[in-house]
């Protein structure tokens, strides 16, 4: 019995482990903590937003592909920053470097139409199904080019599912098909190898 619970126990803690792999950490940061130069991107970038927190990431990037998670959490500077904004039609998170540029943004928009393109690969695809409220817009930034990418809940009576969809209206993840965001990171590594 008591092995049986130690099993159940273990199993437990490794799901929970494993759950935790695909969870970012950030460290709260007060405005006076942010570098000028990131500061003026957020103004540049979101100009009639609100920001409403501001992070560090403890990440130090390597190369385009890989970042290793500094063990130094009490330090100063950071190569990276998150931060909270509100906007009209939208409430989201942007991660900026050290210099300001922006890496990424996610943003939950709030009853905007999807691009045309979307709709008519969502209709096509899933056909009876409907957009169920808001949807997400995740753009990541690249030198010289950005990939951007919408995350929609759809449902058909009581059945709900999310799909994910790059800009061209191509479904990146089906429902119940994994991490969309790991799904992403190949699609850029093979546009980087095809270019």
């Known amino acids: 019995m008591k092995k049986s619970l130690l099993l159940i126990g273990l199993i437990l803690a490794s799901c929970s482990f494993l759950e935790a792999q695909d969870q970012l950490f950030v460290i ?9 130069v990131v500061m003026s991107s957020i103004e540049k970038d979101f100009p009639e937003s609100t920001v409403t927190g501001y992070s560090a990431i403890p990440i130090q990037s390597i190369g385009e592909d890989w970042a ?10 950071y190569d990276t920053y998150q931060v909270d904004i509100d906007g009209n039609a939208f409430a989201g998170t942007a991660t900026y470097d050290a210099n300001g540029r922006l890496i990424s943004a996610r943003e939950n928009l709030k009853n905007v139409i999807l691009p045309h393109q979307i709709g008519r690969s969502i209709g096509a695809e899933y056909p009876g199904w409907a957009v169920a409220g808001d949807h997400e817009l995740i753009t990541v930034y690249k030198p010289g080019r950005q990939q951007v990418y919408y995350r929609v809940k759809l449902e058909k009576g009581r059945e709900k599912m999310t799909v994910v969809y790059d800009g061209s209206g191509n479904q990146v993840k089906p429902s119940g098909a994994g991490d969309y965001s790991r799904e992403m990171k190949e699609t850029l590594r093979k546009e980087k190898r095809d270019s």
């Open 28 to 36: 709260p940061l007060k405005k006076d903590k942010i570098p000028p």
């Open 68 to 77: 290793v998670v500094r063990n130094d959490v009490n330090q100063d500077k």
